[in-house]
């Protein structure tokens, strides 16, 4: 290693990357995984690099060879709970941190194979919290749905109808569509079966998608949410509208540490969706696979999520804002090909695989617009904070989805988003390697 004096010691202030990376052995890393990361007798640090593409390609300063794991430590929350780390300058363009402390297991992300970019090891869940941190789902925004829930039902009395519903319970882009395309496309598989079909809608929030099935398609449907608060509004919008429970029912908890046959105690599902909430968890490996025990062979499937371009990586920007912003783990996500190998391993065939990116990128920006559009009007009824932190999401999701095809001016067309992201003409040459899509697929028979 390049030995430099000790330079500042990191604060949340000072942090411009919330990640660094640690590499090892194959052989080191069975100890480290339960003992934490700790300096061995020769040396006088841990030694991390800050996470940039060449880190995480195993390229790492003061390394002669590639290290076989690549361990990703949540320096954020470490320092946040009071461990020290140092940055120093060092050759290149990678910048290394240092630190004296033991790093207890509770603050890696994941550990990666470098060879075959597997992930070996990721994180449990994270906690309620860490999804609460994001600000689609905050306080502020809890209270605007509960209030704007009560003026529908009251404005609407005796009338009042499912899609009433429909500008406050659904957390996802482009409305029922996604809803509409699953049911047509698997519609004579699923007709004939009415009331007798079960679904499962994995990360349910406020219900808007599960409501749908239950009453336009006439399913029988299960949703499952983590949030407490979501999960009483999905219920209270069930009460105004009389939905009884053995029609559609909503379990609170984190799917991936249910109990399969809690969730299952209905029997097994003909159908399971879930949009915009597989981006949340990080462990593709049991969420597949309870999928696939919940899922009754032959069942059906449409999953709308985020995804990478084939052969590309997102920028250490756009990760930053999908951790921070987004509750993305490590802002990552999986690439066409990597979806399909994931959900084949469970035996979840993907039918088709649909590129939303084009016209997410539209409803986003529309979206943003017409908030800031209507900012001062949002302010007085539903307060600063509501303002401010559903703002910053909005904007963080524009310039997360930045590239538009056509989009003519888009200072004249969009001015709050080109105000509110910094947008400028060269921002259009920025390669848009996120993506949306929506997967349809069915269980292989056994
Ligand atoms: C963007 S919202 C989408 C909600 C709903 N699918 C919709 O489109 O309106 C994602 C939801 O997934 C939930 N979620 C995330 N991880 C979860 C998990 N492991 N188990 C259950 N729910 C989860 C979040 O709490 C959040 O309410």
Redesign the pocket.
């Known amino acids: 290693f390049f030995f430099a004096p000790l330079a500042m010691v990191m604060t949340p202030d000072s942090m411009d990357s919330k990640t660094i990376l640690h590499g090892t052995t194959a052989a080191n890393w069975d100890l480290i995984q339960s003992k934490g990361l700790q300096k061995s007798a020769d040396t006088d640090f841990v030694h991390f690099v800050k996470l940039n593409q060449a880190a995480e390609r195993g390229i790492i300063v003061g390394l002669q060879q590639s290290p076989e794991v690549l361990i990703y430590v949540d320096m954020a929350k470490a320092v946040g709970d009071g461990l020290v780390f140092n940055e120093r300058p060092c050759a290149g363009e990678q910048t290394e941190v240092v630190s004296a402390s033991v790093i207890p297991p509770v603050y890696f992300t994941k550990a990666v194979e470098t060879a075959t970019k597997k992930q070996i090891w990721t994180a449990p869940?994270q906690s309620?919290e860490k999804?609460k941190e994001m600000k689609?789902?905050s306080n502020a925004r809890v209270k605007y749905t509960l209030h704007k829930t009560m003026d529908i039902a009251f404005e609407k009395g005796e009338d009042l109808k499912p899609e009433d519903m429909l500008p406050v319970?659904?957390?996802?882009y482009l409305g029922t569509e996604c809803m509409d395309d699953f049911f047509n496309r698997y519609a004579p598989h699923l007709k004939e079966q009415g009331r007798a079909t079960r679904a499962l809608?994995?990360?349910?929030?406020?219900?808007?998608?599960?409501r749908y099935m239950a009453t336009k398609y006439q399913f029988t449907v299960t949703g499952?949410?983590?949030?407490d608060e979501?999960t009483k509004i999905f219920r209270l919008m069930n009460r105004l509208l009389t939905i009884p429970t053995s029609i559609l029912r909503v379990l609170q908890?984190?799917?991936?540490?249910?109990d399969a046959t809690d969730v299952c105690s209905t029997g097994k599902y003909q159908v399971f969706?879930?949009?915009?909430?597989?981006?949340?968890?990080s462990d593709k490996a049991t969420?597949f696979q309870r999928c696939a025990e919940c899922l009754a062979d032959d069942g059906v499937f449409m999953i709308?999520d985020y995804h990478k371009r084939s052969g590309t990586e997102i920028s250490a920007e756009d990760k930053e804002l999908l951790a921070r912003d987004v509750?993305v783990p490590e802002g990552e996500a999986m690439t066409e090909e990597q979806w399909r190998e994931e959900l084949g391993a469970h035996g979840l065939v993907v039918d088709e695989f649909v590129d939303m990116t084009d016209r997410w990128s539209l409803f986003i920006w529309e979206r943003c617009e017409a908030f800031f559009a209507s900012a001062e009007a949002l302010t007085a009824e539903w307060g600063p904070e509501y303002v401010a932190e559903l703002g910053h999401f909005y904007t963080s999701v524009a310039r997360l989805y930045h590239h538009m095809d056509n989009a003519g001016d888009r200072r004249q067309k969009f001015p709050w988003v080109c105000r509110m992201t910094k947008w400028s003409a060269a921002d259009e040459a920025k390669p848009q390697n996120l993506g949306g899509c929506r997967i349809f697929g069915r269980k292989k028979l056994q």
Request: hydrophobic content about 50%; charged content about 15%; cysteine-free.
């Open positions: 869940m309620q999804i689609l789902y319970d659904h957390l996802h809608d994995i990360g349910s929030g406020a219900g808007g998608p599960a499952i949410e983590y949030l979501f908890g984190d799917f991936l540490k249910m969706t879930s949009q915009l909430a597989m981006l949340h968890i969420l709308e509750a």
